[in-house]
């Protein structure tokens, strides 16, 4: 089994920087994708960034894109994700997701426990 683990969330206001981080621990887990979601109160899980194994392909929401920039560390099994230029309305848990290894982007095989974002108006 792989455990997701987050860090990093706080208060943050509008307009400042946040890098929230994901360390995969457990069994070996590589040739992956891992990525980021969000949930806001009373709203659906969505997906936000995406990165794949060699970090050659990157993902991103509408709604982020140009203001996120995923990152990975695989020595470190970490994934990153710098948040610029904060809104409020990116106030969120935000979750670590794992994909199967081998590449495949076609669900989150892992999810880690969530870190809360607020961006204070």
């Known amino acids: 089994q792989v455990q997701l683990a987050e860090s990093g969330g706080g208060l943050v206001q509008a307009g400042g920087s946040l890098r929230v981080s994901c360390v995969a621990s457990?069994?070996?887990?590589?040739?992956?994708?891992m990525g980021w979601f969000r949930q806001a109160p009373g709203k659906e899980r969505e997906f936000v960034a995406a990165?794949?194994?060699?970090?050659?392909?990157?993902r991103y929401a509408d709604s982020v894109k140009g203001r996120f920039t995923i990152s990975r560390d695989n020595a470190k099994n970490t994934v990153y994700l710098q948040m610029n230029s904060l809104k409020p309305e990116d106030t969120a848990v935000y979750f670590c997701?794992?994909?199967?290894?081998?590449?495949?982007?076609?669900?989150?095989?892992?999810w880690g426990q969530g870190t809360q974002v607020t961006v204070s108006s």
């Open positions: 990165i794949s194994w060699s970090g050659a392909i990157r």
């Open positions: 457990g069994r070996t887990y590589s040739d992956a994708a």
């Open positions: 997701a794992g994909y199967p290894a081998g590449g495949s982007w076609s669900r989150v095989q892992y």
